[in-house]
């Protein structure tokens, strides 16, 4: 048992070490992100929406963590060098900051990573970010900026995708139900024919 120990510490050490640190956040974004479509999935299954789970769709969901990951990996990097320190005002200016400018880039990247690995067209990949993107964004608002004072306060750069891809388990989860909503879109287009 305390070798097992030994190693873990070795492993966590090594894993979250500057030579690793973007494999590392970049395997977390890609993991966390296909579990959240397949909890999704099953519950669509369960509640006899989905006939069997849909493979590919877990492997888009999980690439389009990968896009994400390489983001956020590089932005907590930009922010903690920005603005370096952990006050409340400079830790609320960071939310703030993280809110109005991250979150809809992260939204976009999702978005253009799914359309490309689905070899939409450009109008189709803007008329998913238009039926899709308030609803997300949205729920970006509840649940990121309490999650985020957290993030910023508390945890030191090298674990804030870690702690993000925690957190972001149950949003990965609502994000695989409104992308593959077509209930939204179906009654856009029947709008647009009436």
């Known amino acids: 048992m ?13 894993a979250f070490s500057k030579k690793y640190l973007l494999l590392t956040n970049v395997a977390i974004s890609v993991s966390l992100s296909g579990v959240g479509d397949i909890i999704e999935q099953h519950y669509e299954i369960y509640s006899g929406e989905l006939a069997a789970w849909d493979r590919r769709r877990t492997r888009f969901m999980s690439i389009s963590g990968m896009t994400v990951g390489v983001f956020c990996h590089g932005w907590y990097n930009f922010m903690d060098r920005r603005f370096p320190g952990r006050t409340i005002g400079l830790v609320l200016k960071k939310v703030l900051i993280d809110q109005t400018v991250a979150s809809p880039i992260v939204i976009f990247l999702f978005f253009a990573t799914l359309a490309v690995l689905k070899r939409s067209s450009w109008e189709e990949m803007r008329g998913e970010i238009r039926d899709k ?8 608002w509840v649940v990121w900026p309490p999650a985020q004072i957290v993030n910023f306060y508390f945890l030191p750069t090298k674990y804030r995708v870690l702690y993000d891809n ?29």
Request: no cysteine; hydrophobic share 40%; aromatic share 14%.
């Open 166 to 194: 925690t957190i972001s388990l149950g949003y990965d989860v609502y994000t695989s139900y409104v992308i593959n909503d077509e209930s939204g879109a179906t009654a856009a287009t029947n709008a647009q024919k009436d």
């Open 2 to 14: 305390i070798a097992l120990a030994k190693w873990f510490r070795t492993a966590t050490k090594t």
């Open 133 to 140: 993107f308030i609803r997300l964004y949205t729920a970006e």
